[in-house]
């Protein structure tokens, strides 16, 4: 007697249902996806208990004809593909034609559709995938599912669902993914009756950001615009500063798809480099278009992960982009803004400014000085600024130094505040084209390091180089508590990390430096002694030609102990055997290690340990010095940990405080 036999229809769809119809979030996701293929401009969701109770969806797209209502609800019946050949250029969100009979199998499903403007629709009732009725009736265009008794009939899955609000989470999450991946229809999703998310479809994405996220997150969005033979960008990203604890708020939406995907994840991470803090994400919503023909969608059950034929190239220009939009942005983070008194007009007693005393003619000012090249990290103090011409009076001379030419062009000190026109940065009038830094010194053109950018971009095929934002031009003012830098210029007061601002300059001597680390490895006299246990010595063992690659010579010397004969000569003086052993436990622990990762974790490293550190007092000499080598770098915003560098105080902000705004 034959053992093997087919299930029924019945039973089929039961068990389909347990890959396809995971939890509410799951019929929602499916119904809301046939109402956006069906070219809705409206969808109304509204759910009640998290989704366990009843579930429907509402929209004014294209309906289904009468003849096909009954159809829909057979396995495998589908109206989006016909042969084998779609599968490989599919531009709708669902395909298969699972979704409807799994839901129909664990549910009581009420349907109520029209595809013409006459008011004649059909209405079909499922019960447990048994059809109950099957009869004409009045419906205005579109379809009107309904879902109740979700999991009715498979206890054993109503018993391990969530709480309410879990299962309602996942619904609200997933409906903020396609309301961001279809700007132009409008989304209305309520619980219990209670209106969670409304956006007015009007194609505007980032008044769907501001209607998920806040107005102020919408407001410290970034435009991303790229593209090339085979992809198109567009989106928004978060200023580095906005970010968040997890990677939820990281949207990716392939030809109108939301997908989750590492590589890409990963390519945008890298784009933010040194920008992000430890365990911080950004948030983003980056949609992406290409021919179908590039993405397979048909990889898994709930179309969440799809394969790109040329993953490489389109992670390489998330990364370009990315990192372009981030280095024509001024990155200073503001505190939160404080709202007093009642909102409407500001009446500003008076303006406040800065004059220099004995401010001399900007144009008597002697040309500027080139800022020497960095000087070696291990040199803890930061040497004393060469003095200015004799020609300035003696309180600008104490000012001014030898700022680094890497002040560019006048721009606004933070993001949100307009730097006033008629005034330089020494709060004298301007004169016309012309902007003066620290003492009247007139600014130079595009700066060697914002040139040496431009240099970088065109070599790696970038196009035309992005302008370099200025970084703001200030002026010293003094130190609070041997750890914080104040500056002020003619839109504000400034506070500058002053051991994140050494630690960025090192970063960037030391990424530089560890690009040739051969040219400068020395022997040592005395070699250090390193020891680790049996198990990573054995690991080390097979690791050592990476150390090779910095330019560190390290040798097995016999059971747990290995020698390091020779390294760069500027490691941080007295911290090279700490240094070593910090790339060591790196090494390490790293699985796949390249020579790019390696060269930036120990660029970090070493710059960490180089550093000035909190509580330490500084000259003015040395503090107007470190504010010239900060200003000289490629990226002077951030740390290479991801902390900020500079704090802004706009002079709007101060006089609010200071209740000088009425």
Known sequence: MAKIH????????QIAAGEVVERPASVVKELVENAMDAGS????????????????????????????????????????????????????????????????????????????TDGRGRRIVIEGGQLKVNEDTAAPRGTDFIVKELFYNTPARLKYMKTIQTELGHISDYMYRLA?????????????????????????????????????????????????MDYRISGFISRPDWTRANRNAMSFIVNGRYIRSYALTQAVLRGYHTMLPINRYPLMVMKLDMHPSLVDVNVHPSKLEVRFSKEAELTALIQ???????????????????????????????????????MGDPQAAAPHHAAKP?????????????????????????????????????????????????????????????????????????????????????????????????FPELSWIGQHHGTYLIAQNDTGLYLIDQHAAHERINYEDYFEKFGRPADASQELLLPITLEFTPSDALKLKERLHWFEQVGVYLEHFGGQTFLVRSHPYWFPKGEERDLIIEMAEWVLQERNIDLSKLREASSIMASCKASIKANQKLTEAESVKLLDRLAACKQPYTCPHGRPIVISFSTYDLEKLFKRVM
């Not at 096909?68 to 019946?77: I, K, L, P, V, W």
Request: net charge negative; hydrophobic share 35%.
């Open 41 to 116: 401009t409206v969808i109304e969701v509204s759910v009640e208990e998290g989704g366990l109770h009843s579930i429907r969806v509402t929209d004014n797209g294209s309906g289904i004809e009468p003849d096909d209502c009954e159809t829909a609800f057979y396995r495998h019946a589908t109206s989006k593909i016909s042969q084998g050949r779609n599968l490989f250029q599919i531009t709708s969100l669902g395909f298969r034609g699972e979704a409807l009979p799994s839901i129909a199998a664990v549910s009581k499903v009420t349907l109520k559709t029209s595809s013409n």
């Open 6 to 13: 087919i299930l029924d229809e019945h039973i089929a769809n």
């Open 320 to 358: 370009e982009a990315v990192q372009k939009v981030l280095m024509q942005e001024v990155l200073i983070p503001r505190p939160a803004k404080q709202h007093i008194g009642k909102e409407g007009t500001a009446y500003i007693q008076e303006q406040l400014s800065f004059p220099r005393q004995g």
């Open 180 to 228: 961001l991946s279809r700007a132009d229809i409008a989304f209305t999703v309520r619980h219990n009756g209670n209106v969670l998310l409304q956006t007015m479809g009007g194609g505007d994405t980032r008044n769907v950001i501001a209607a998920i996220y806040g107005t102020g997150t919408a407001k410290a969005m970034l435009p991303i615009e790229a593209e090339d």
């Open 374 to 470: 960095f000087e070696p990290a291990e040199d803890r103090s930061v040497k004393e600024a060469k003095a200015t011409p004799s020609k300035l009076p003696e309180a600008t001379r104490q000012e001014a130094g030898p700022h680094a030419p890497e002040l560019r062009e006048a721009a606004a000190a933070s993001y949100d505040v307009q730097k006033p026109a008629s005034r330089s940065s020494s709060g004298m009038p301007a004169s016309s084209g012309q902007n003066f830094k620290h003492g009247g010194q007139r600014e130079s053109s595009l700066s060697p390091a914002a040139r040496q950018v431009s240099k970088d971009w065109l070599q790696t095929g970038g196009g035309a180089a992005p302008e370099i934002p200025a």
